[in-house]
Nanobody, 124 residues
Framework: QVQLVESGGGLVQAGGSLRLSCVAS????????MGWFRQVPGKEREFVAA????????YYTDSVKGRFTISRDNAKQTVYLQMNSLEPEDTAVYYC?????????????????WGQGTQVTVSS
């Protein structure tokens, strides 16, 4: 049974930083790409970042490029999202997800497993 557990969310002022972590268990973590998505109430869940199984390929949505960095530590079965220069528009519940394949994807349909989410609130 695959489990994904996010942590690291919280309340931060605009311009601040947070690092989200997601620990995976139940499958061979190093075989699968990982992604981060976010959702605000009343809106669809949206793609934030993705990383291939080796970490060599990453993708970002345009609004976070240059501010967020996705990385992974396969030995620790953990994927990270370093978020800098946070803006109020980044406020959302952030979810990590495990891809069905080794390749990074930007669409939800490729992701087989999801965490419960962690709240990120950025105050202005």
């Amino acid at each position: 049974q695959v489990q994904l557990v996010e942590s690291g969310g919280g309340l931060v002022q605009a311009g601040g930083s947070l690092r989200l972590s997601c620990v995976a268990s139940g499958r061979t973590f190093s075989s699968y790409a990982m992604g981060w998505f976010r959702q605000v109430p009343g809106k669809e869940r949206e793609f934030v970042a993705a990383i291939s199984r080796s970490g060599g390929i990453t993708y970002y949505t345009d609004s976070v490029k240059g501010r967020f960095t996705i990385s992974r530590d396969n030995a620790k079965q953990t994927v990270y999202l370093q978020m800098n220069s946070l803006e109020p528009e980044d406020t959302a519940v952030y979810y990590c997800a495990e891809d069905r394949t080794s390749m990074a994807h930007t669409t939800m349909a490729y992701y087989a497993y999801w965490g419960q989410g962690t709240q990120v609130t950025v105050s202005s």
